[in-house]
């Protein structure tokens, strides 16, 4: 009788200690999370714009395209730069497409190589060249140095949010600045330190 005592015992001690493990793992966790808060896209350089006038481009299939400005359809746009010679943008662009028609937004590919080299990035990167623009200045003006480059634009041609974007997690960033009123998820963390649970 007195062995089955002492075993229910230390069944209960063993059963509360490794319940007070479980808790102090679990803080731990919730630390460990708000130290690795979920990343937005990166924004490297400062541009020489936030706002991309109503502008026209020849696509590189032969198409006119228009960009920026007041839109007629109430659309927003997002513009992706990419290279047919990056791993990164090959991965990018099927998830970018299927994001943009969840979130009826206006996909636009650009690149700033020469059109012959664009047309076998499309290729490559199985892009319809009617939505594939070849032009440098544009990518200057918003600081794309690397790529892929994202940069969203609202309705009447500003520039709500823009980044390096390597995930699907990225782009919602870019809607969720949008959405907060930040310019990057980091700035409404570093505004709001209690937002994530301690």
């Known amino acids: 009788m007195t062995a089955l005592i002492v075993t229910q015992g230390t069944l209960w001690l063993v059963l509360a200690a490794v319940a007070a493990i479980v808790l102090l793992l679990l803080r731990r966790l919730r630390g460990l999370y708000r130290r ?19 502008t026209g481009f020849v696509t590189i299939a ?13 659309r927003r746009q997002l513009l992706l730069f990419v290279s047919g010679s990056c791993p990164v943008s090959k991965k990018m662009v099927p ?5 943009c028609e969840r979130e ?11 059109v012959e080299e664009q ?19 544009t990518g200057r003006l918003f600081g794309v140095d690397r790529v892929p480059f994202a940069v969203l634009l ?21 809607l969720t600045a949008t959405e907060t009123g930040y310019a990057s998820i980091q700035s409404f963390l570093a505004a709001h330190p209690h937002a994530l649970p301690s």
């Open 36 to 54: 690795v808060a979920p990343l937005g896209a990166l924004v490297p350089t400062v541009p020489s714009v936030m706002r991309l006038p109503r």
């Open 62 to 74: 032969g198409t006119d395209l228009t960009a920026g400005g007041e839109r007629d359809d109430g």
């Open 95 to 99: 998830v970018t497409v299927n994001f």
């Open 104 to 114: 009826n937004l206006d996909l636009i590919f650009m690149g700033d190589e020469t």
């Open 119 to 137: 047309r076998a990035a499309a290729q490559a990167l199985r892009i319809d060249g009617s939505r594939f623009v070849s032009d440098t200045e």
């Open 154 to 174: 609202g309705r009447d041609g500003d520039v709500e949010a823009r980044g390096l974007v390597n995930s699907r997690e990225h782009l919602e960033s870019l």
